[in-house]
């Protein structure tokens, strides 16, 4: 059986996915967490990659992952993300004319990031009559620093790609009846926005607001500290008949900062389509999961909501269905080791 793993290294955590795959379907293999050592992500010292590196090799031991080949993904919010529109041109014309667009789109030097592109659309499928086109730069000093904990953790690296992107690729499955869904992944540190339209990828956007704004945000409404705030977060969540509302007051002007950012979302997206409409919204991450946050999100956007569920279509073993409580927090690693 051929099998691919997806690493999924977080702020919070360190997630493994091995999928196997034959004629018969895709089967879970191994599958995994642990949490990433704190602020090691966000630092430059050689003991700080060192203890991710240690975190991965455990990572590896634990779910018995066979394989030391893996894909991983990049943060949204370091890696430059556009779907583009250019008239119809040949793979070699794209690959010279690529240049030119990412200078408009990219605030870095072209030399100091690596740009890839996909063709999502031939222009005979757009109205607009041209191609459209994801166009990716990822900081080069970023990719250095990610293969160099995954060389200390003695694991090659195959593809690189960024969360979101991997997590449509996981997800796209589950909204296979949906025309056209939003795709919001609430993460640690960052939201992380896609439009899926007959699950090609249409629009990316990054947000700096995530699960530990929310915590920042009920402790110093709630006067606790980030501990208590973090434990409060997530029992009681934005549901308004807990603790007499205050955590959900407490954590409103982040949610409205995320809300907002989703209804301009819609808005960019139904200026261009003006023929569709959003029909769902699928929420993946790990703040996903908070009590009350599908409720929130489907009231506020007006928009039916539902939480990720990337096992679609994935078999596993019964003692495995554990995997099921935490499914939204998978779908990055899932859409990784999806990727063929």
Same mark, same amino acid.
């Given at each position: 059986? %051929? ?229 409060? %977060? ?107």
């Amino acid at each position: 059986m %051929k099998s691919s793993v997806g690493l999924d290294i977080g702020s919070h955590s360190i997630k493994l996915i091995e999928l196997g795959s034959d004629r018969s379907g895709i089967t879970l293999l191994a599958a995994g967490s642990v949490p990433t050592p704190p602020k090691a992500l966000s630092s430059k010292l050689a003991a700080d990659y060192e203890a991710v590196a240690i975190a991965i090799k455990d990572l590896f031991k634990a779910t018995g992952c066979k394989s030391k080949t893996v894909n991983i993904a990049l943060p949204e919010s370091q890696v430059f993300t556009r779907v583009i529109e250019v008239p119809q041109l040949s793979q070699r014309e794209l690959s010279s004319a690529i240049k030119w667009e990412a200078e408009q789109y990219i605030p870095l030097p072209l030399d100091q990031v690596n740009i890839d592109f996909t063709v999502l659309r031939e222009a005979k499928m757009t109205t607009s009559g041209k191609m459209e086109v994801l166009l990716v730069a990822a900081p080069k000093a970023l990719l250095e620093k990610y293969l160099t904990i995954l060389e200390l953790s003695e694991v090659t690296v195959a593809n690189a790609e960024t969360e979101i992107i991997a997590a449509a690729r996981a997800l796209v499955r589950s909204t296979s009846t949906i025309k056209t869904a939003m795709i919001v992944s609430l993460g640690a540190q960052t939201t992380d926005l896609a439009i899926l339209r007959s699950g090609i990828l249409a629009f990316t956007r990054s947000i700096s607001s995530g699960g530990e704004a929310l915590s920042r945000a009920v402790a110093q409404g709630l006067e606790f500290n980030l501990t208590q705030a973090e434990e409060f %977060k997530k029992t009681y969540g934005l549901e308004r008949d807990k603790v007499e509302g205050k955590i959900l007051a407490a954590a409103k002007p982040i949610m409205e900062t995320i809300v907002g950012e989703m209804k301009r979302a819609v808005e960019f997206y139904m200026e261009k389509h003006k023929d569709e409409h959003i029909e769902a919204i699928v929420l993946s991450g790990g703040t996903a999961r908070l009590p009350g946050m599908v409720i929130y999100i489907a009231e506020t956007m007006g928009i039916e909501t539902q939480l990720a569920n990337p096992w679609v279509g994935i078999r596993k073993d019964a003692k495995q269905s554990i995997l099921d409580v935490d499914a939204s927090t998978y779908s990055v690693a899932i859409g990784l080791a999806l990727r063929s």
